[in-house]
């Protein structure tokens, strides 16, 4: 069984930055895709970002893309979601999950495996 947690939401003003984990526990994550996603109430599961373990590249949607940047600490087993120049409707519970691709980067929400609890980020206007 893979474990993933998701830690670092919260509330911010509008144009600040919030750094999220994922710390994932359980099996050799080479062969993986990490992704992010979020979910706004009454709305839809929306792909964030990802990161193929293995490759290490990444791919980010319109929406986020230039305000949003994932990473991964290989040694600590961390995937990190760095966000910067947030706008309301960024809120959403934001999810880390992980997919076993054979180490091919994932978009699809159909992709991923195991999922995190979600946490929580609040955009103020």
């Known amino acids: 069984q893979v474990h993933v947690v998701e830690s670092g939401g919260g509330l911010v003003q509008a144009g600040g930055s919030l750094r999220l984990s994922c710390a994932v526990s359980?099996?050799?994550?080479?062969?993986?895709?990490m992704g992010w996603f979020r979910q706004a109430p009454g709305k839809e599961r929306e792909f964030v970002a990802a990161?193929?373990?293995?490759?290490?590249?990444?791919y980010y949607p319109h929406s986020v893309k230039g305000r949003f940047t994932i990473s991964a600490d290989n040694a600590k087993n961390t995937v990190f979601l760095q966000m910067n120049s947030l706008k309301p409707e960024d809120t959403a519970v934001y999810y880390c999950?992980?997919?076993?691709?054979?180490?091919?980067?994932?978009?699809?929400?159909?992709?991923?495996?195991?999922w995190g609890q979600g946490t929580q980020v609040t955009v103020s206007s």
């Open positions: 990161v193929s373990w293995r490759g290490g590249s990444t």
């Open positions: 359980g099996r050799t994550l080479s062969s993986y895709s």
């Open positions: 999950a992980a997919g076993l691709t054979g180490g091919m980067i994932a978009t699809a929400e159909y992709e991923y495996d195991y």
